[in-house]
Structure formats: structure tokens, C-alpha cells
């Protein structure tokens, strides 16, 4: 496969890392959010796959931009865009929450974090939600506040992230749980820091609103890194697969609704609060699901996945679409993440693959994968 | 400078044509609107800017995505997002219209197509306008659909665009006039091609809806183009600065309201329509803008803008920033585009700017530069 150059410009924004991680060794970037996003570092995708899984790396994604609301009306109109009941969600917290419109299509998947009772931040999948909530608060003639704040985050990913951030940091962040987020304070400036990040191997965010002691931070772990065999990285594929985090734009977009994206925890259709799409997800939930995001497992080697992949049953019957895959170390084949049509949603399903000209056989399976 | 390479996944769609681009000789991408856009071919930036003031190219600028707003509100939900007054527009017609918002700060600044009176086409620039203009129709109650078409724009440019287009197409072509469009008939289908586009040199926008027919389309100009010295091409960053053709993200962004980017004669603020921001533009036009875009020639041979560089005047005062630029071999220095601060910005103010830690001096000029 041929490679291609990325070209900077202005509107594919830098972070207050970049100059740092290019010193590091990044050899590659995607885009999101209009900015760049490190996606490769020196060494394979696999090194840096067993490195996370072992040890502790620092990534630079400031890509989350926060979409901040605030203001008189922000509790009703954050809970007019998502499914998720916010009515009992609690200040210093995290709620993964789909974000639907009136049809129950998927506009993000984000991380909402509750600052106060009136302020909201927003932590962005790759969608300008911005401009969705400020249509929506016009048209409604909302009295709120929304822009995207000045926070850019790195994140601190990996089994040995604890021991890192409490020696730098002190003990106090070891009382933070799982989507808590609290303020520590560090080169005379107070850092949101939440218990939260995009693998499953434990970690911690750093929402940098204050550059020059944020800047120092991130230098401060590279420094006392060594002992915890600290390195540079960035949201891993192989890693992101396995632990199935789903992707916006990859796994699910804007043509799902939050049911066949597996999402039902988070769409509560039967408490009283007011949202969008409600009675279209009413409708389809007792309808049921046409389709349904699953996992396949397939007997290859490699695959890289630049667009939707068909899936096949073996009498070549159209049963789906491939949206994301790699190679992983520990299945010793290529696992993914698919939308699959009715009725063949189920575990059982073989499926058929072509992947570079030649055919692939494989399975589904349930997500998550482990 | 050091080169970093693309990491392509669904998310960052391809088009069309990319199969057809890759065999062409495209070495980079840059992403726009959550698309691949080409933005280099073999050889060099300078060499692909003769070819296209001298001969044609054409563009995959499948990345202009198209918002579809049609049903019963679709003109009244267009006129509310644009301070360019369309009571009188046409269908048939191309409208450069900045899109703002309640505050006049500016959304987008696409080409909007009137394709009847209760159906058009936003030709966007890159930021997802679907999202604002769907929360604003849902938070006013409007009777409208808003959604992305299926189309794909390639671009014929250059001063033998004509000549090319009317060898294949017959000499109707002839007859469309600077921003408007009409239907032509290739391979079994009706194409809607527009004379327009991303360069100063001519052309023509072709709004592929029928796949097979438009890249059969796309095929037959390269089949007849030897004689008009065709070659595959993209949006030229020396041609387009040259020609002033402003980027949204690079020299116009959301702080910026339209009277800053000199739109002076799309913002229609006598007439009677009703759009958001209307009395914020008429109360900056009362007491004056505070910045302005200008042209800006600096004595240097080379520079690369990924990001706003500070301008100074001669007493090391912040007059600015200069939000894009390049080589231009007409000119033989470098120019650019930057957003200059009051008192500053005037046609003799001289400034200073560092490149790569080294000092240059350059004088500000009026936008268009010819």
C-alpha cells in the first residue's frame, strides 16, 4: 500500500504539543476535529501496542476539543441532544452520552463532563456538535452560552499511568474514580484531571487550560518517566479494536441511531425527561433493530480498512459492512468491527471477506470482543 | 521541514475518484469536510501553477460536500443563515453567500445553488453546516429536509477548460455564464455542471450525482484531453493566494465576522429580509471594523504557514497575523493573506515577520493582489 504526505495548513490546527511530539518521533497524523491527530510514532503499530498494554505513554489529544455551554438554559438544552437521562447526573462527573437529532440519527458519541449545575463542557467525537447546539439554542431561543473552550488535553494511557501521576502529582489522584474528574494543582495553576481516556488500560485525562503550567506538566512526566518506562504514543488501533472503543465516523455515524450501535444503556426511553428522536427510538425499539454493530473475526494476517469493507454469507449474499479492523497479537487475526444486516446478526454468522483481491473467511461475534 | 504521512481510515472518506487520483500521481491529502482532498500531484507546487494558468486540469473536489435543503420553509431557512439577500436570486444561478450566525460570526462561506424555489444546494466549505442549519430548522419548527446529497464535484480548470468541455459535451457549453449552471447529458445521464471554481483561470464544477456516467464522464475528458495538455490536478495553494481566493479555516474563520473578510457586497443590510446577526453586522458597520484582511508581499523566497504567524511593524508593535501564504513566481516573493488590526491596516504600513527564526520585512496591499 502506497503511502500519501499530509499538508499542514492553518486550518488543520497544531496543538500546544505538536512541536513536543515531533521531537518525539510522531511519523503520522490523521485529522480531526480541523486538527492533527498523532497516530504513529516511531517503531510498529504493535510495539506500541505491547507498550501500552505494559507500561504508560502520554498522547496528545487535544483533538477532543470541548464544546463549553453554559448559561441559564445549558442543563435543558445538553438534555435535549442526547438520550442519555441526565436528571440525576452529578457535578465532578462523566457520562458517555450519544448525542441523537429529531430522527435519532447519531450527530457524536461523546464524553459530557457536568462542571456545575449551569456549565456543561462537551468533550467532542470528530463532528462540529457546536454548530448543531448553537442552531438548536437559536431556534429554540435558549439563554446560553456556547463555544468551544480553550482546553486542549493530553492523556495519560496505560497500566503504570497511576503510579506516574501519583508521583508527580501526589496521592490525592488515586481517590479519583473511574469518569470522576476533580482539579490538581500543579506549577501554581489547578488541572481538571479525569480518570477516563480511549483504551482500557486505565488512565487519566489532563484537560490543559492554562498552556505554560499545562506545558510543564507534560514535561514533569516525561521527565521522571523512566522508571516507568514512559514513551510518547497515541490512540492505538490494534488496542482501540480489541478493547472495542468505537470510533465516530469509523464504527458509527450519522445514517445510525444509538440501538444498533449497541448503545441501549445509554437511551433511556422510559423516564420523563424531554429529548430529541425519543419517539423514533420509541418506534424502532418496538419495532426492533434492523441492523446491528458487531464484531468479526477473520482468518488474515493483515488488513487495512480505508473505507466500508463488504461482507458476504457463503451464498454471497450482501450481509453487511466492515468498518474498522487490524491485525491483533493476541486473537492472531484480524478482528473488527461491523454493521450487520438483519437477520444475520447473530453469533454464528460466517461471513466472507475480500480483502486486497483475495478471500478471507470468517465469523461474528458479540461486542466486546474481551 | 519534515514530511509526516496520512493515516487514512473510514472516517476520512475517499471519493470517487480516489482509485483514479492514486493511479494519477497524487503524493499528498489534506482533509476537508471529513474527505481526502488532494493537494499534490508528481512534481512540483510551482510547475502544477503554470500548468494550470497555461492549459487545464481537472479536480477531484469531491470534498465541497452538498447540503441539501428543500420542502415547504427551505427559502425562508437559507435566507436566515446568510447576510446576502436572495429574495431576488434565480434558479439556475450560483451565490457565493457567507453564512453567519446570531453573533455575525461567520459559519461558512459556500456557493449556494438554487435548484427551484423550495430546493438548493449548499456547496460547503469545510465545517459541518448540515449540523447548525438542522438545529436551527428544528429548534424554528420548520418544514424543511436537510441532508448530503449524493454528489461529487470534479473541476475542469484552466484557460482550455472551454475548449475541452465543448469538445466532449458540444458547443452548448458555450452558452453558461460565470456562476450559472445548467443539465448536459453524458453516458445515459444528466450532469449539472456549473462555470465555476477554485481558481481564477476558468471552468467548469461538475455535480456528479450518477456515478458510472460521471466517472465515464471523468475518463473521456483524459481520453481526448492530450490535445489541450490536460493533467490531473488540485486547488493550487500559489494560484489561489495569487487569485485571492480566501479559505475558510485558513484566512476566515468562526471569530471573524464578514465586514473583517471585506464582503462587503453580500452583506445586504437595507433590504428587508430577515437573517441571524443582522443587527450585530448593521452596529460593526456603524462604529467601524476593528480588523480587516489584506494582502501582505514579504522579501522572502519561501515560507510555510501551518499555523498564524505574528506580524510586527517596525517599532515590534502586534499588528496581525498572517493566516496563509507561499512563493508566487509572478510576483517573485512570497505573499499572503492576514487579518491586520486597526490602526494598521493600510496599504503603506511596512511589516516585519519571522520565518523560521529569521527576520523579513513586507508591506501590507489591498486584497485582490491583481
Redesign the interface.
Same mark, same amino acid.
Given at each position: 500500500m502506497?503511502?500519501? =504526505?499530509?499538508? %499542514?495548513?492553518?486550518?488543520?490546527?497544531?496543538t500546544p504539543y505538536t512541536s513536543r511530539i515531533?521531537k518525539q518521533g510522531?511519523?503520522?497524523?490523521?485529522?480531526?476535529n480541523?486538527m492533527l491527530l498523532p497516530?504513529?510514532f516511531e517503531g510498529t503499530l504493535e510495539d506500541a501496542y505491547h507498550h501500552l498494554k505494559g507500561h504508560v505513554q502520554v498522547w496528545d489529544v487535544s483533538v477532543q476539543r470541548q464544546t463549553e455551554i453554559n448559561g441559564k438554559d445549558s442543563a435543558k438544552l445538553v438534555q435535549l441532544i442526547t438520550c442519555r437521562d441526565l436528571s440525576k447526573s452529578k457535578i465532578g462527573r462523566c457520562y458517555y452520552a450519544p448525542i441523537i437529532?429529531?430522527k435519532a440519527k447519531l450527530?457524536s458519541d461523546p464524553v459530557i463532563l457536568k462542571l456545575a449545575e449551569d456549565r456543561w463542557w462537551i468533550s467532542l467525537s470528530?463532528?462540529?456538535?457546536e =454548530?448543531?447546539? %448553537?442552531?438548536?439554542?437559536?431556534?429554540?431561543?435558549y439563554d446560553v452560552n456556547i463555544f468551544e473552550a480553550k482546553v486542549d488535553i493530553f492523556s495519560v494511557q496505560g497500566p503504570k499511568s497511576l503510579s506516574l501521576m501519583e508521583k508527580v502529582l501526589g496521592p490525592k489522584i488515586k481517590e479519583l474514580k473511574f469518569f470522576g474528574f476533580d482539579y490538581f494543582e500543579f506549577g501554581g495553576s489547578k488541572h481538571l484531571i479525569a480518570r477516563s481516556g480511549w483504551s482500557k488500560q486505565g488512565g487519566f485525562e489532563v484537560y490543559m487550560e492554562h498552556e505554560e503550567a499545562g506545558l510543564a506538566l507534560y514535561d514533569k512526566l516525561f521527565e521522571v518517566g523512566d522508571e516507568f518506562n514512559l514513551k510518547p504514543g497515541c490512540p492505538n488501533l490494534i488496542e482501540r479494536i480489541e478493547s472495542s472503543l468505537l470510533?465516530?465516523?469509523?464504527d458509527i455515524d450519522i445514517g445510525d441511531n444509538p440501538l444498533e450501535c449497541g448503545f441501549d444503556k445509554y437511551v433511556n426511553l422510559d423516564s420523563d425527561v424531554e429529548f430529541?428522536g425519543k419517539e423514533e427510538l420509541k418506534r424502532v425499539k418496538s419495532e426492533g433493530i434492523k441492523r446491528k454493530l458487531m464484531g468479526v473475526k477473520i482468518d488474515a494476517q493483515q488488513i487495512?480498512?480505508?473505507?466500508?469493507i463488504n461482507l458476504y454469507d457463503n451464498s454471497k449474499n450482501f450481509i453487511g459492512e466492515l468498518?474498522?479492523g487490524s491485525y491483533n497479537p493476541m486473537f492472531k487475526q484480524v478482528i473488527g468491527i461491523a454493521m450487520i444486516n438483519k437477520p444475520y446478526f447473530n453469533v454464528s454468522q460466517e461471513i466472507k471477506i475480500n480483502i486486497d483481491g483475495k478471500d478471507y473467511s470468517g465469523r461474528l461475534c458479540d461486542l466486546p470482543f474481551i
Open positions: 502506497k503511502n500519501y =504526505l499530509i499538508s %499542514k495548513s492553518r486550518r488543520l490546527r497544531g515531533e510522531v511519523t503520522a497524523y490523521t485529522v480531526y480541523h497516530t504513529k437529532d429529531h450527530i470528530d463532528s462540529d456538535l =454548530l448543531f447546539a %448553537k442552531g438548536l439554542a437559536i431556534g429554540k431561543g470510533s465516530y465516523g469509523n430529541l487495512a480498512v480505508n473505507g466500508s468498518r474498522s
